[in-house]
């Protein structure tokens, strides 16, 4: 089994900033890219941002400038800081993982379990 669990998330007024993290445990040989998607009401999913195992970014135009994404190898853990947040990234973020769980195993897609982010005066 390969577990996900974010932490970070909760209320915070507009302009103001948060540090989600998402911790991958269990059994897994190896974590490809991990990224954070959001999802607000009546809404899809969407990406926010991604990151390489090497480092490499992309991100959504809505965030260029105000998120960054990082990670730690070691910890197989990702960050997102988010900085001067308005209303409309009020949603729930879910990180993902693309893990090989063995060494012939293909890799696969998990989930964490979403942490809720409000932004509100």
């Known amino acids: 089994q390969v577990q996900l669990v974010e932490s970070g998330g909760g209320l915070v007024l507009p302009g103001g900033s948060l540090r989600l993290s998402c911790v991958a445990s269990?059994?897994?040989?190896?974590?490809?890219?991990m990224g954070w998607y959001r999802q607000a009401p009546g809404k899809e999913r969407e990406l926010v941002a991604l990151i390489t195992r090497g480092g490499v970014t992309n991100y959504a135009d809505f965030v260029k400038g105000r998120f960054a994404i990082s990670r730690d190898n070691a910890k197989n853990t990702v960050y997102l800081q988010m900085n001067s947040l308005k209303p409309e990234d009020t949603a729930v973020y879910y990180c993902k993982a693309e893990c090989r769980r063995y060494v012939i195993s293909n890799w696969a897609d998990y989930w964490g379990q979403g942490t809720q982010v409000t932004v509100s005066s």
């Open positions: 269990g059994s897994i040989f190896s974590i490809n890219s």
